[in-house]
């Protein structure tokens, strides 16, 4: 990953505590102007299974925490939000059980249109044991093997959450981690989702419109509506019920970090995969898949703008947008699997990816996500138009089926002085396999196996004055219905559990350029 390297270094670190849930109340920043933020919302109840102190955290947040035993669990009422205290639930690590009474009262909720969230020290195993069950009990399954899944980021963050929504034979399957402070919209809104007969309502969202929206979102929504894309599941960050209406919205994905003028980092990743497996000429067999994902930059006049330097030299102010960057490097997947932590890969045709490189700046560009005539444009407003550069580099050197695994990372660069009267959003948006061109690949493939998929999603911002950047982890597994337990060593992966960041904030790691008087910038989470 590029990190600039001009005038001195300054590089802050902060370990997030591991059971702590952060409180709510930082002030609202600039708003972005894609999505309007009305006041919080009346939440319903969240039942808590947790010690006195989880439910006065909940409490905190502004909601009306119902403490609840183990016992209730199967009395909890349809469609609604839990909190349980990992530790009460899942206390072994390593293998974990599928068959434990644990597993079996969390598939309940979810057969019942209910959210769970679990405060745990081990968040990849909560994860993936929460989307297993509510895998199962969405039916989501690729011939025998039900779907397990993490979206693993950086900061620490220890609340982490599963939720299924299906329409049609598309199935949504919502995984991550959750900020405590956004709670509150976080019950809100699944409320909202699901209060149409227990059956999801995608015009319950904000609609996205075809330009300039995150492709994940505008994928999400249209997977609800008119009975989806068919036979497919789509994997997303449980972001999105914590940003609808909130203060300083992620509508752009997740909000990643803030600078002292109120410039915003934001990116966003997703997985679409067909609900089938296929059995080409060539093994190995293969799952049809779409990776998706965006950057994007809120920038305020304040932080973008020209600043005048003297001697009739005037520069770019201290949070101007120079360059975006993000993609997904399946070649890592592919050599992870290679040196044996996982038996899963992605690949692609060399030129299925959107879009493409460009030698003049582009005044627009579209992508295509090729599924019911889904696509999404992008053209900046009110400042220069971007040059776009590809790199497929490095990939591998032997095609698997006529498809390769390459790490495809974007880079638009934006040039210019600006001046901005008003605070304006820049996105670009980008896809590998439209129209599910890509492909997950099983190696060895026998269907008693369990399959593991890692792939790393990387994103990164650059000002004038401060670049900051980020990997976040996809881990994916087809557990067969028959299997009574998982395992999965997740050290031999170094997933981004705990990186050094400000705290607050969803990245990896900074850089900020020189200080005073031309670069007085701080970092911290939004």
């Not at 008693?448 to 994103?459: E, K, R, S, V």
């Amino acid at each position: 990953m590029a990190r600039r390297q001009v005038l001195a270094i300054a590089l802050a670190a902060a370990l997030l505590a591991l059971l702590a849930l952060r409180l709510p109340g930082a002030p609202a920043r600039g708003q972005p102007t894609a999505t309007p933020a009305p006041a919080p919302p009346s939440a319903p109840p969240v039942y808590v299974l947790g010690p006195q102190s989880l439910v006065e955290a909940i409490e905190r947040a502004g909601l009306n925490a119902v403490p609840i035993t183990t016992a209730d669990l199967s009395k909890i009422p349809n469609g609604s939000v839990v909190v349980v205290d990992w530790a009460q639930l899942e206390t072994a690590r390593g293998a974990l059980n599928l068959t434990s009474p644990a597993v079996q009262a969390l598939e309940g909720i979810f057969a019942r249109g209910g959210l769970v969230l679990a405060n745990s020290s081990d968040p990849v195993a909560a994860e993936l044991l929460l989307s297993y069950a509510a895998a199962r009990a969405a039916g989501v399954k690729f011939g025998d093997h039900y779907l397990a899944a993490a979206l693993v980021l950086p900061g620490g963050e220890t609340l982490v959450g599963a939720a299924a929504l299906r329409n049609g034979k598309t199935t949504a399957l919502l995984v991550g981690p959750i900020r405590p402070d956004r709670l509150a919209y976080v019950a809100a809104n699944w409320a909202r989702l699901k209060s149409a007969d227990n059956r999801p309502a995608a015009t319950a969202m904000a609609d996205p419109t075809d330009i300039n929206w995150d492709p994940c979102y505008a994928t999400y929504t249209q997977a609800l509506q008119s009975g989806g894309f068919g036979n497919n599941i789509f994997l997303w960050g449980m972001q999105i019920l914590g940003s609808q209406g909130a203060p300083t919205s992620d509508s752009y994905g997740v909000m990643a970090v803030e600078d002292n003028y109120g410039d915003i980092f934001y990116y966003d990743s997703c997985i679409l995969m067909a609900n089938s497996l296929t059995f080409p000429n060539q093994n190995p067999p293969q799952i049809p898949a779409a990776l998706m994902g965006d950057v994007a930059y809120y920038m305020t006049p304040s932080g973008g703008n020209e600043v005048y330097i003297g001697g009739g030299v005037s520069s770019q102010g201290p949070g101007a947008l120079e360059e975006l960057i993000g993609g997904f490097d399946a070649y890592a997947s592919y050599q992870a699997m290679l040196g044996g932590s996982t038996n899963a890969f992605v690949a692609a045709p060399p030129s299925s990816y959107q879009p493409d490189s460009s030698s003049t700046p582009v005044g627009s560009f579209t992508i295509d996500i090729g599924l019911e005539g889904l696509s999404v444009t992008y053209e900046p407003e009110l400042i220069s138009w971007p040059y776009i550069s590809v790199s497929q580099s490095p990939w591998t050197s032997t095609t698997i089926g006529g498809q390769v695994a390459f790490n495809a990372t974007w880079t638009f660069i934006y040039s210019g002085l600006y001046d901005i009267s008003n605070s304006v959003d820049v996105i670009d948006g980008f896809i590998v396999g439209p129209g599910e061109g890509a492909v997950i690949g099983l190696a060895n493939y026998s269907p008693g196996n369990t399959y593991w998929l890692w792939l790393p999603f990387n994103a990164e911002v650059m000002t004038t004055c401060w670049s900051a950047w980020t990997r976040a982890d996809w881990l994916v597994g087809l557990v067969p219905q028959s299997s009574s337990s998982i395992t999965i060593n997740t050290a031999t992966l170094d997933l981004v559990l705990q990186e050094p960041t400000p705290s607050g904030s969803w990245i990896s790691g900074y850089a900020i350029y020189g200080g005073p008087p031309y670069c007085p910038i701080s970092l911290s989470g939004p």
